[in-house]
């Protein structure tokens, strides 16, 4: 979901649509949305086509573009899609608003576990979940008789016997690319160990055991992994599950569809999802849970917000979750979970259940203080108390510069 | 030429550059020794987002900013004279490194690793472009006139690519297993991985870049050798001079303003090395000043970015340009006086 492709790389694709199939009224307002560009979104921004006068923008960049694009009075868009990642910008700068008044009128389809409330206000509705879980080759367990691992002493170990099995390249891989991706993976770890980022006051607190540990875990499965993993995202992870080139890795749900796409898959139907590993005993699985969902603009008529919700919820029916039943977890009454939801459905029903990802200020800008400052454990350049410490100072620089710090 | 037909000329580009180039470079200049905050508050907020089945409420204290009354952002600017530079500099933790002679301590600092590889870059890749240029350029004068056109073509391709892609094409041919690593595998018979360390990466930088910019050379030193005066080479032919003395005494002197000038461009350009670390996504082992400034400003999902010490930053790198040029441009300064006309 969050992959940060590169600008040029990232695909930018526009429908106009006039026809009017399948959708319950006639749409005569113009309503201009833009989201991430993922397969989920894709499905739905064409399911709100139908309704005529949609103009969508599916960009990779849209969380640079939105919250000032939200910003201007009139918004330039109607409808925006966010996660719980992105969707703080615009909570902070009041750019969005109150869906109550529309979801009791328009909405009375969605569950209650769609309607994400804060301080009791819905302020956007979600569509699915997304997750990082294990996914794994089933024939190679299989052959070589490992159980599926649930904890990361396990994967450990399964990928000892990998290894030694000389099956594939690497036993293991991993999204751990500078910046934004490695920061993700530590955070799994991290909350997966019991820690916590921020303290009340605002100060870091990632220089602790559960951080150091959580690091020394990481390093660990390094052993296992193609010694380019400092420049491997998302994408390239799911390619080398798809080249066949690796057995097991934490990765995205929404990646999991990838698998089976016959054109570009030497690995159709044996990939396999389970719940995150436990990082320790009795914890929760180590990652996040995640939403994305769709928000209206504040900054435009309540004519025009009531036109653009009905056109939003016509793309979150339940017609589109039929037509797109495999492009995501869907949280969309009619979703019939196939089997590559398994893992992701394992983890968010874990006892005790991992964390909605804690999108504050202060996490943005640990999220791009780790992210920075940790590849030079992996380089070897520093000790884990090092890299930590020094993440915590680039921590505490820009939160002082943020004004979250005196 | 009468002054006011020479304003007219000169006006519009005077008042173009005024706007575009001065204006937001003073922009820039007040802003890094500024500092605008929000103004924000604490509250309890609770938080239900969805499980798969259910939903979990949260409650917890959440910073937020205040908004006004037209639901804009509070916010306060101060001036906080250098403190941006030394967020930037980390002064006191560079001296620190340099007095116990910790060469690995001072690249733990953003800013040094990054003027180190900057320096570094720029420097080695300028005698190897002006090199590459100029034997290019001689090769093709000599070549038989009939092929001059197509090999001319084929030369410039390079500078004809845009650079994101350029690096985006290298960074394929050789991540993972790709077909040049395979290659290189195979005739090595060892396993390479060749974005897994530092230096492998700047290789492969050094290499993209004077790939790239040698063709611009080639074209200007082409162009001068046009101009060499065939009287002057061939009096040397017949005082015995070899084909070394002739590029020596009286070719490089001929093409030196031209030289001095690809010089120029060549430092002011590679001393903003940028597509290379985004396009070999290298931030882990490898960063560039004007990478740096990116950084900063990129916002991350809470919206926040760093513009004081992306504002320091950026004057920094155009101190580092100014600091780079001097030499060059004393030295254009001088002829340019001492020109007899």
Not at chain 2, 55 to 73: A, F, H, K, S, Y
Not at chain 2, 241 to 251: F, G, K, N, Q, T
Request: glycine share 6%.
């Amino acid at each position: 979901m969050m992959i940060r492709r590169l600008a040029l790389a990232g695909a930018l694709s526009l429908i106009a649509g006039t026809a009017t199939a399948d959708c319950a009224f006639e749409n005569e307002t113009e309503v201009r949305i833009l989201s991430a560009a993922f397969e989920a979104w894709n499905a739905v921004t064409e399911a709100m086509a139908e309704c005529g006068n949609v103009s969508a923008e599916l960009d990779q960049e849209f969380r640079t573009k939105q919250p000032s694009a939200f910003a201007a009075n009139p918004s330039l868009y109607h409808v925006g899609g966010v996660s719980n990642g992105t969707i703080t910008p615009l909570m902070n700068e009041g750019t969005i608003r109150p869906l109550d008044d529309l979801v009791a009128e328009y909405g009375q389809h969605l569950s209650p576990n769609q309607l994400i409330r804060i301080n009791g206000e819905i302020l956007a509705v979600a569509m699915m979940v997304n997750t990082q879980h294990l996914m794994y080759r089933a024939d190679i367990l299989e052959d070589l008789g490992i159980p599926v691992p649930a904890t990361w002493e396990e994967v450990l170990a399964a990928a000892e016997v990998i290894r030694e099995a000389g099956v594939v390249d690497y036993p293991l891989g991993a999204t751990m690319r500078a910046g934004w991706n490695i920061a993700q993976d530590f955070n799994n770890m991290f909350l997966g160990f019991g820690g916590t980022f921020v303290n009340d006051d605002s100060t870091p607190n990632v220089n602790t055991e559960a951080g150091v540990r959580a690091l020394e875990m990481m390093m660990r499965m390094t052993e296992y992994m193609d010694p380019e993993y400092l420049v491997s995202d998302s994408t390239y992870v799911q390619q080398q599950f798809q080249q066949g080139r690796i057995a097991m890795a934490n990765l995205w749900a929404s990646r999991a569809a990838a698998m089976n796409i016959e054109e570009e898959s030497q690995v159709v139907g044996l990939v396999a999802t389970a719940a995150a590993p436990t990082a320790m005993p009795g914890g929760a699985p180590a990652t996040t849970l995640w939403w994305d969902g769709i928000v209206i603009a504040a900054n435009i008529s309540d004519e025009n917000a009531e036109n653009a919700f009905r056109v939003a919820m016509e793309g979150l029916d339940e017609e589109m979750v039929r037509a797109n039943n495999d492009d995501a977890i869907w949280l969309v009454p009619g979703y019939q979970p196939t089997p590559l939801a398994e893992g992701a459905i394992a983890t968010a029903t874990a006892e005790p259940a991992p964390l909605s990802y804690p999108s504050t200020s202060q996490m943005g800008l640990m999220h791009t203080a780790l992210g920075n400052e940790l590849p030079a454990y992996f380089t070897g350049d520093v000790t884990a108390e090092e890299a930590l410490a020094a993440a915590e100072a680039a921590y505490i620089t820009a939160a002082q510069e943020a004004g979250l710090l005196d | 030429m009468r002054f006011r037909t020479f304003a007219g000329f000169v006006g519009p580009s005077v008042f173009l550059m005024l706007l575009f180039i001065a204006a937001p470079l003073v922009g820039v200049f007040l802003g890094s020794f500024q500092i605008t905050q929000p103004v924000v508050e604490q509250v309890e907020v609770e938080t239900c987002t969805p499980g798969f089945l259910t939903q979990t409420c949260t409650t917890e204290l959440v910073t937020r900013p205040i908004l006004d009354e037209n639901g804009n952002i509070t916010t306060t600017t101060e001036w906080i004279g250098l403190t941006s530079y030394i967020r930037v500099l980390e002064p006191g933790r560079a001296w620190d490194a340099i007095r116990d002679l910790d060469y690995n301590a001072l690249m733990q600092i953003d800013f040094w690793a990054a003027l180190r590889f900057t320096l570094m870059f720029t420097l080695v890749t300028l005698p190897l472009v002006l090199g590459f240029g100029l034997a290019i350029a001689l090769a093709v004068n000599n070549a038989a006139r009939s092929i001059r056109g197509p090999v001319i073509f084929v030369s410039l391709l390079p500078f004809i690519i845009t650079p994101v892609i350029g690096a985006l094409s290298i960074r394929w041919l050789f991540i993972g297993d790709g077909i040049l690593t395979s290659a290189l595998e195979m005739w090595l018979d060892r396993d390479l991985a060749l974005f897994a360390q530092a230096w492998t990466i700047e290789l492969m930088m050094l290499f993209y870049r004077v790939w790239h910019v040698a063709p611009f050379a080639f074209v200007i030193f082409y162009a001068g050798l046009q101009t060499v005066n065939q009287d002057t080479l061939e009096s040397a032919i017949i005082d015995g001079a070899s084909r070394w003395d002739r590029l020596r005494y009286v070719i490089i002197p001929h093409l030196m303003p031209l030289i001095v000038f690809v010089a120029l461009i060549h430092l002011m350009d590679s001393y903003r090395v940028f597509e290379e670390i985004v396009g070999f996504s290298s931030q882990a082992h490898v960063i560039s000043l004007q990478w740096l400034t990116y950084d900063f400003l990129q916002p991350d999902d809470a919206g926040n970015r760093a513009y004081s010490r992306a504002s320091a930053s950026a004057m920094l790198t155009m101190v580092g340009i100014v600091i780079l040029l001097i030499p060059l441009l004393r030295r254009t300064w001088r002829d340019h006086k001492g020109a007899p006309h």
